[in-house]
């Protein structure tokens, strides 16, 4: 079954570095997407990405997040100027097409610990 | 997005059946209904989706009434593998955001 790969599996940061996490969606998948889960709560959206261009984002998803193509096969997920609260899983997750009318795939995701 | 309420947990057994009933009163026309499982630490995972009726696949089955203000996830003969976090979610073919609630933990005991 195609899966989608996320590194690194876990990310331990200074507070004020910048972090890049990266993924690899699954090949003929056209939408791309990253998810944030804070410890013990909700799943939520950060931003969808199609055809080389922000879809849609969220109020989290501020000047401090940037999302990037930079190849055929990578998706990455910057956020610069690292603070406490930035501490949470990161999923990645695709789709062959988009809208709710279909399945994601989500990564295992990237647990990024802010210090 | 049409909002959705599921129970917070249910326990169950090895080899029972367990029926997971979301509410969602307001949704529209072109929404369509879908679960995610979530195990700890590791991404969501699509189950199902359907529109009416009823769908099945090797995992679950998904029952929609004609009103389509519910739906049932039914996993036949839960194993300890299945204790996980499952979420209902309703949204619509230009919805490119999930929407995701708090979730319901089901626990299942040997």
């Known amino acids: 079954e195609p899966e989608v790969t996320q590194t690194p599996s876990h990310q331990v940061t200074q507070m004020g570095q910048e972090v890049i996490l990266r993924c690899v969606p699954i090949?003929?998948?056209?939408?791309f997407y990253w998810y944030r889960q804070i410890l013990g709560q909700k799943v939520e959206f950060l931003v969808s990405?199609?055809?080389?261009?922000?879809?849609?984002k969220s109020e989290i998803f501020d000047d401090q997040f940037s999302v990037e193509r930079p190849d055929g096969s990578n998706f990455t997920l910057k956020i610069r100027s690292t603070k406490l609260e930035d501490s949470a899983m990161y999923f990645c997750?695709?789709?062959?097409?988009?809208?709710?009318?279909?399945?994601?795939?989500f990564g295992s995701g990237t647990r990024l610990t802010v210090v | 997005l049409a909002k959705t309420t599921q129970p917070i947990s249910m326990d169950s057994y090895e080899g029972q059946e367990v029926n997971i009933t979301c509410s969602h009163n307001?949704?529209?026309?072109?929404?369509?209904i879908t679960w995610y499982q979530q195990f700890p630490s590791q991404g969501p995972r699509f189950i199902i989706q359907?529109?009416?009726t009823k769908v099945t696949n090797e995992v679950a089955s998904l029952f929609i009434p004609a009103d389509r203000k519910s739906s049932t996830l039914s996993l036949p003969r839960v194993s300890l593998s299945d204790t996980a976090v499952y979420y209902c979610?309703?949204?619509?073919?230009?919805?490119?955001?999930?929407?995701f609630g708090a979730g319901t933990t089901v626990t299942v005991r040997a």
């Open positions: 997750a695709s789709s062959e097409l988009g809208g709710a009318d279909y399945g994601y795939t």
């Open positions: 090949s003929n998948h056209l939408y």
């Open positions: 990405f199609y055809n080389n261009e922000i879809s849609e």
């Open positions: 307001n949704i529209a026309t072109n929404d369509y």
């Open positions: 359907g529109y009416k």
């Open positions: 979610l309703v949204g619509a073919v230009n919805d490119y955001k999930l929407s």
